[in-house]
Each structure stands twice: as structure tokens, then as C-alpha cells.
T-cell receptor, first 112, second 113 residues
């Protein structure tokens, strides 16, 4: 069975500093990995995905993620955090039926 | 393009009642998936509909059922509601041609009292 872990419930970072939100996964076969963001009372918004190719994936709003096969990780990163980045972030792996197995989420707080 | 739309936005029911939630997929999408997101948790896959049939199902009881219409819109029905069914219900649409990405609606927040 496929699974996703997000080891941090909460990440706090000062505005302007780099941020990292961690994700590790367990899949059989090649992983299809995604990051979504959720703002209060909103649905999920797509940030980026890794299917194949370059291990560094660039996505929306200046976010990027690094796929590391040996460590089975797909950490989300941004060089300079904004207060408006404060939200709930979900890592997900897509299963064979094209549906998602989500991690529990990490709440990011960017402090001014 | 209106994206994925869901109705209603909020709903309050009592235990034992039945509820129907609705979803209209993004234009050009023919596949609809439903997820349950309990408070403080990640979304959990309920089922997926394609060509008006349930194609895949997650670990949810038979009280959860669905339907897809010829225009690709979908309904989620939950019978005999339990307090634990209180959650945000998310609909996502996709197109097998894109094969990679699901677009999510804003969700319906169901509260069971």
C-alpha cells in the first residue's frame, strides 16, 4: 500500500527566510508525487508535481520540490517565504487508479 | 472556465439522516473523485466515477454511495449519518488524457449533530 508521511505538524518561519516542508513516501513502483496547498475554507490548490525527469521540480508561487529516490523524500521548498504563504500543505502520491493518497498535512506559519 | 463547483457550501444534519452533495467537474473533465477531509487530517479517497460507473473505491462503508450523470456531474450520498461523518467533502475532476492532475472544488462542509 502506498503511504505519505509529513513528519512536522507545524512549521514556523520568518518572512524572507527560506522554508522547507518535509514529505516522505512509500510506494511500489515509480512514484507520482504532488504538493497541494489549502487556505482556510478553501479546496486544495495544485502547487507542483513530479512524474519523471529532473529531480528539482518548479511549481506555482515560487515553490519548488526536490525528489530524492534514495531517501524516498519529496520536500517542498521556497527561497524566501511570504506571510501569504501561511496555509496547510499536503503532500500526496498518486495511485494506479489516478487517485491520491494524502499525507496528514503540515501547517506553515510565516511570521512578519 | 468555472472550475470544479460544489453545492451546497455548508450543510447541517442530524444523526440518522441522509445527505446528498453535488459536484460539477471542470470543463472538459469526465472523471470525478470524492474525498473526505476530517478536521485536522488529510483528505481520504472515497470513490471515483467514470462513464457513469464507480471505477474505484476507498475504505468507506456502503452508507456512502454515488452517482455520475451523462453531463459528468456527480452526487455523493451518505445514509444513516453518524457524528463521525462530519467533515469537509471534496470533489476533484480529471481527464484521463492529462493523466496526472486532479482539480479540486472548494468543498462542502457537513456537520452532523
Amino acid at each position: 500500500a502506498q503511504s505519505v508521511a509529513q513528519p512536522e505538524d507545524q512549521v514556523n518561519v520568518a518572512e524572507g527566510n527560506p522554508l522547507t516542508v518535509k514529505c516522505t513516501y512509500s510506494v511500489s513502483g515509480n512514484p507520482y508525487l504532488f504538493w497541494y496547498v489549502q487556505y482556510p475554507n478553501r479546496g486544495l490548490q495544485f502547487l507542483l508535481k513530479y512524474i519523471t525527469g529532473d529531480n528539482l521540480v518548479k511549481g506555482s508561487y515560487g515553490f519548488e520540490a526536490e525528489f530524492n529516490k534514495s531517501q524516498t523524500s519529496f520536500h517542498l521548498k521556497k527561497p524566501s517565504a511570504l506571510v501569504s504563504d501561511s496555509a496547510l500543505y499536503f503532500c500526496a502520491v498518486r495511485d494506479y487508479g489516478q487517485n491520491f493518497v494524502f499525507g496528514p498535512g503540515t501547517r506553515l506559519s510565516v511570521l512578519p | 472556465d468555472a472550475g470544479v463547483t460544489q453545492s451546497p457550501t455548508h450543510l447541517i444534519k442530524t444523526r440518522g439522516q441522509q445527505v446528498t452533495l453535488r459536484c460539477s467537474p471542470k470543463s472538459g473533465h469526465d472523471t470525478v473523485s470524492w474525498y473526505q477531509q476530517a478536521l485536522g487530517q488529510g483528505p481520504q479517497f472515497i470513490f471515483q466515477y467514470y462513464e457513469e460507473e464507480e471505477r474505484q473505491r476507498g475504505n468507506f462503508p456502503d452508507r456512502f454511495s454515488g452517482h455520475q450523470f451523462p453531463n459528468y456531474s456527480s452526487e455523493l450520498n451518505v445514509n444513516a449519518l453518524l457524528l463521525g461523518d462530519s467533515a469537509l467533502y471534496l470533489c476533484a475532476s480529471s481527464n484521463p488524457g492529462t493523466n496526472n492532475e486532479q482539480f479540486f472544488g472548494p468543498g462542502t462542509r457537513l456537520t452532523v449533530l
